[in-house]
């Protein structure tokens, strides 16, 4: 059982490049998150998703997208990379709602020149 | 709206002295309150939660947390620390129900001294 995995861990992006996140999970949960983590913010929910085929946007949505074609996979897409998103990007994924348990991912570190 | 307040960036504590991480919210409603941990270069987990029920809650590693709503009030404590305790807490906040959102404290830094 490997929980939640991102890919990668690691990306430098020059900006205006575009990229994507990939968050997978095999533990069946229906609610899948990507957040972003910076210091002294805490972290912000950028999208989320109830199910297969639904996204919602979160608190800070505006130049990412997602998708969420397969249950256990939940991706994220930065279209136009900007020095601003550079962050922790942590995905995670609840069993049946937000206030259930979150498993998180351990992570990618994104930089943008 | 809710929102949580986690009051100061770090704490240091010697090994075997209490830990007591302080976290107030801001809710509308009788929140369901979080505390998640993130050890260096990973993932958050969870430590412990309060729904309804019980106002004290004890979580892993020997950490609890009591709820008071008079106080608006969610301390994570531990009576001794460890040096494994070193990381990263969140605290959380979320109204009930089931497409309700986690807000997120900005997290408090433990260091633990030998």
């Known amino acids: 059982n490997a929980g939640v995995t991102q890919t990668p861990k690691f990306r430098v992006l020059k900006t205006g490049q575009s990229m994507t996140l990939l968050c997978a999970q095999d533990?069946?949960?229906?609610?899948m998150y990507w957040y972003r983590q910076d210091p002294g913010m805490g972290l912000r929910l950028i999208h989320y998703s109830v199910g297969e085929g639904t996204t919602a946007k979160g608190e800070v949505p505006d130049g990412y997208n997602v998708s969420r074609l397969k249950k256990q996979n939940f991706l994220l897409g930065l279209e136009s990379a900007a020095p601003s998103q550079t962050s922790v990007y942590f995905c995670?994924?609840?069993?049946?709602?937000?206030?259930?348990?979150?498993?998180f991912g351990p992570g990618t570190r994104l930089t943008v020149l | 709206a809710q929102s949580v307040t986690q009051l100061g960036s770090h704490v240091s504590v010697s090994e075997g002295a209490l830990v007591l991480l302080r976290c107030n919210y801001s809710s509308s409603v009788p929140p369901y309150l979080f505390w998640y941990v993130q050890y260096p270069n990973q993932g958050l987990q969870l430590l412990l939660k309060y729904t309804t029920g019980a106002t004290l809650v004890k979580g892993i590693n020997g950490f609890e947390a009591e709820f008071k709503k008079s106080e608006t009030s969610f301390h994570l404590t531990k009576p001794s620390a460890h040096m494994s305790d070193a990381a990263e807490y969140f605290c959380?906040?979320?109204?009930?129900?089931?497409?309700?959102?986690?807000?997120f404290g900005k997290g408090i830094t433990l260091s633990v001294r030998p």
């Open positions: 959380a906040v979320s109204p009930p129900g089931a497409n309700s959102k986690l807000t």
């Open positions: 995670a994924s609840s069993l049946w709602r937000s206030t259930d348990t979150q498993y």
């Open positions: 533990m069946n949960h229906e609610y």
